[in-house]
């Protein structure tokens, strides 16, 4: 009794340490989310655990597979087996008595009788030339590994570039929502002044229903404004591959991206994974020419009969080469040819017009980024002068100088002035980020990287200007 509740607590002792460990490790797989994001962490943590990267990992491992599929030609094919049988039947019968060493005179041919056979054999087979069908099939193979490897790599170019486009989508979205508040805060303040204005009859009535109805506008562009920062925010999430959660952005010590000083886009992995799947094809070419070649093998076996009835044993080997040569097949070769050739310059076409795509893609984010630029010392300068006005134009209406309109067109100037000069500032990143996407270059240069190599820097357009 005492041994069998010994054994039991044992028991649930090991089944609670197995499920601390279970729960521990899967604890350990869990992502790190940090409490709030700097553009760089979420470009890392979304290459890391985004589906699109695992999906691709995943065609990663099949194209590996395949090639150790190709591989497996090169090596010899060896079999084993064992079978056992009983039969009247005068041939098989007589096969087995001359098997097993059982022959004698007294046998009749036409009806040897009931015999037996345990039989167990060892084959070897081993194709030592195809025509270069094995050799074309694994570099093609292979060249498919490659491809899937650079499509991971164009995978996370895309997925990066998305988040630091989101990342400074949220912080627009954020101070837009900052300036619309202080928009509806400064007509609050006028508005007050107003009603004091009319109570003391200096204010006509009308003037100041249009600044309350001017309020009500600001406060419907404050919930669109509010709407669209919390679609920003989830998108953010889809991006992290997080179904929820806080968003919280580090934005006092971001970091500022350089612009490419190269405009070339031959580094893009999207040409590089076409580079591969073209010389897949060019050995799916070889491959099929192999078809007009002819094959040669080389085999040999081993094999022990042993019969029970009789009472005998044999065994006996086998071994030699043999060469096939197919002579007319219906065209099959030929049209595997054209069929493969037609692949192959379907291929390079196809990275033509990837290449005429891309240096459209490099022409049209440098031009984004040069006008973003013109546009933030413009809107930069507007909020200047708006403030300004704004500033002197309350003090007027405090004295009843300027009429309500006049103070709304301004307070509506000021509230577009920062809202354009946020819109400005965040192209401008999104812009250098989009032009390090059309060129190949990561967001962020990887731990290690030289700056020179990473991130050169490209003059500002001022400066190409002066060029």
């Known amino acids: 009794m005492i041994i069998h509740r010994l054994f039991f607590i044992a028991f649930y002792c090991s089944i609670f340490l197995i499920n601390g460990i279970a729960s521990a490790s899967s604890q350990e797989d869990q992502p790190v989310i940090p409490n709030e994001w700097t553009v760089e962490e979420a470009v890392l943590f979304a290459i890391a655990n985004s589906p699109d990267t695992a999906i691709t990992k995943q065609r990663i491992n099949a194209a590996r597979a395949s090639v150790q599929q190709a591989s497996a030609a090169f090596y010899p094919q060896v079999d084993i087996g064992a079978s056992y049988g009983q039969t009247n039947n005068p041939m098989y019968s007589f096969g087995n008595i001359l098997n097993q060493g059982a022959f004698d005179a007294s046998i009749d041919f036409n009806d040897p009788g009931r015999t037996d056979n345990l039989n167990m054999s060892a ?66 303040a006028s508005i007050h002044v107003a009603r004091a204005r009319y109570e003391a009859g200096d204010l006509l009535k009308a003037d100041l229903l249009n600044l309350e109805v001017h309020q009500s506008r600001a406060q419907e562009n404050l919930i669109q404004a509010s709407h669209s920062l ?120 196809r990275k033509r017009k990837m290449s005429l795509a891309f240096d459209f893609e490099v022409e049209q984010a440098r031009l984004f980024l040069e006008q973003a630029e013109q546009r933030v010392q413009v809107t930069e300068k507007m909020v200047e002068q708006a403030e300004e006005s704004a500033r002197l134009s309350r003090e007027r209406f405090k004295e009843g100088i300027v009429l309500s309109s006049d103070l709304i067109d301004v307070e509506d100037w000021l509230t577009d002035a920062l809202v354009r000069k946020t819109g400005a500032c965040t192209s401008r990143r999104i812009a250098i980020a989009d032009l390090r996407r059309a060129v190949g270059l990561p967001q962020f240069r990887a731990p290690g990287e030289s700056e020179a190599s990473a991130n050169k820097q490209m003059p500002s357009a001022n400066e190409r200007g002066k060029e």
């Open 123 to 188: 084959t070897l087979n081993y194709r030592f030339y195809n025509g270069g069908r094995d050799e074309a099939g694994l570099r093609a193979a292979e060249a498919g590994e490659t491809a899937s490897k650079y499509k991971l790599a164009a995978v996370h170019s895309q997925l990066g570039f998305q988040v630091v486009r989101t990342f400074f989508t949220i912080i627009h979205a954020e101070e837009t929502l900052q300036a619309r508040q202080s928009a509806i805060e400064a007509i609050a």
């Open 230 to 349: 919390n679609l920003a925010k989830k998108g953010f999430l889809n991006l992290l591959g997080l179904k929820k959660g806080p968003v919280r952005l580090k934005t006092d010590c971001d970091i500022e991206q350089l612009v490419p000083q190269s405009t070339s886009f031959e580094n893009r992995p999207e040409l590089k994974r076409l580079d591969a799947a073209i010389e897949a094809a060019e050995s799916l070419v070889r491959k099929a020419y192999s078809g007009y070649y002819p094959t040669a093998d080389a085999f040999a076996g081993y094999q022990v009969d042993k019969g029970f009835e009789l009472d005998g044993t044999g065994n006996s080997w086998i071994a030699g080469v043999k060469i096939n040569y197919n002579l007319f097949n219906g065209h099959q070769t030929s049209s595997e040819i054209a069929l493969s050739n037609s692949i192959l310059a379907e291929k390079k076409e």
